[in-house]
């Protein structure tokens, strides 16, 4: 079993930068994927950036060139840095990963103003 804890989330002006953690309860490394998904009030849940179990990291278009996934491994977290935000990024972020099983943080709401 694994847990997954967002924090990092808040409101920002458009323009503006945050950074999102999600911290895993055991090593990173025995997760075969993780990634970050939001959600937008009704709207469906989107992929936003990942890394897969050989280490290539993937963006959604929209997030392209403003969003960075990393990991840090001694502290079990990863990481997304969001740059030059938009209204639209506003959501919901939620932490993904697959352990035989798929795990679901409980989200952090992330809010952009114009």
């Known amino acids: 079993q694994v847990q997954l804890v967002e924090s990092g989330g808040g409101l920002v002006q458009a323009g503006g930068s945050l950074r999102l953690s999600c911290a895993a309860s055991?090593?990173?490394?025995?997760?075969?994927?993780m990634g970050w998904y939001r959600q937008a009030p009704g709207k469906q849940r989107e992929f936003v950036a990942g890394?897969?179990?050989?280490?290539?990291?993937n963006y959604a278009d929209s997030v392209k060139g403003r969003f960075t996934f990393s990991r840090d491994s001694a502290k079990n977290t990863v990481y997304l840095q969001m740059n030059s935000l938009k209204p639209e990024d506003t959501a919901v972020y939620y932490c993904?990963?697959?352990?035989?099983?798929?795990?679901w943080g409980q989200g952090t709401q992330v809010t952009v103003s114009s």
């Open positions: 055991r090593s990173i490394f025995t997760i075969n994927t």
């Open positions: 993904h990963g697959v352990a035989g099983l798929g795990y």
């Open positions: 890394i897969t179990s050989t280490g290539i990291t």
